[in-house]
């Protein structure tokens, strides 16, 4: 995917970054083309290593505020993901982490989203399974001081309680929007109130834990059998939307990738790890406000990173479908 947030660098730059800032060089083999914001290059480290490196925007490159610093922020999940105990989250291991880089150990397998049809129906409802399993143990991992919102502190925004916390966050997206005049086809008053009104839904989550909040099938690696009648996940890449939040937002990003009900394999594997999801009214509301947000973050980050009319109106889409959702939930004033 082309944007204007990735920085595209020569291979002897490239080079010559890696050995100014972790002292290492690299030989690049490849552009690795498929991510939606920074550039990243799979390349062999000079001590002969497979490795993939992943640059921040350019210099003066505009972002969402909620951007700022998110490289810092995937170097932090990686680094708490490498501490949790038995390895049970799988992810790349971050090699070297500089404030225009990192260096990320390259991960077995290929993305979920270019195996999917491959594998045999109980091939994938048993990775669904697995997959509710590893977000169950990623959602252990909570702040060491025990705020909500994004980690990275150039965004400024963390607070003390969840519900001031996402309330700043919808906040700044729609400041955003009115920088770039992205087209919300709903006025940010109404989205304002949306948000509100689930205020005492909101209060209910009273404990931050890691959100990954980009779980959709391409930024999860599986390893699969030649006849697709297996796969393992091998690795959970691209932590920068991370934030310290409500387990529940994950299942906007898992649906993405197939049923993400209280029924479902996923919410079985998440349960048997000892995830605890209650779908009860409050909950809908919540992931109902989750949705709003992804769809009103999809359709804003359209002016910054350049992305053409089709995308764009794909995510005017899923933002109207949940600015519908929420203004038919209970408790939601006509």
Known sequence: ????????????????????????????????????????????????RPAVVKL?????????????????????????IAGLPGGGVPAPELLYAEAEFLVLSVVEGTAWDKAAGRLTPPAEAAARRELG??????????????????????????????????????????????????????????????????GDALEE???PRLVHFDLWPGNIFVDSADDGSHARITGLIDHERAFWGDPAAELVSLAFGGDAGPDSDLIAGYTEAG???????????RL???????????????????FGPAHLAFCRRMLADAVTRLRTAPGTAP
């Open 1 to 48: 995917m082309r944007s204007q947030t990735k920085r595209h660098l020569a291979p002897g730059q490239l080079d010559d970054l890696l050995r100014a800032g972790a002292g290492v060089g690299c030989r690049v083999e490849s552009e690795l083309s498929d991510g939606w914001f920074s550039a990243v290059y799979r390349v062999r480290l000079d001590d002969g």
């Open 56 to 80: 921040a925007p350019p210099d003066g490159a505009a972002v969402l505020r909620y951007e700022r610093g998110i490289l810092g922020t995937e170097a932090t999940v990686y680094r708490r």
């Open 133 to 198: 399993a590893i977000t169950a143990r990623l959602h252990t991992l909570a702040p060491e001081d025990g705020r909500f919102g994004y980690p990275a502190a150039l965004s400024g925004l963390l607070a003390t309680d969840w519900r001031t916390a996402f309330t700043a966050m919808v906040e700044a997206l729609l400041e955003d929007a009115e920088r770039w005049h992205s087209p919300l086809d709903v006025p940010p008053a109404e989205i304002r109130r949306l948000v509100a009104e689930g």
């Open 205 to 207: 989550v009273t404990e």
């Open 275 to 285: 995830g605890s999801l209650d779908f009860g009214p409050a909950f809908q509301h």
């Open 288 to 306: 109902a406000l989750y949705q709003l947000y992804l769809g009103l973050l999809l359709v804003v980050e359209c002016g910054p990173r350049g």
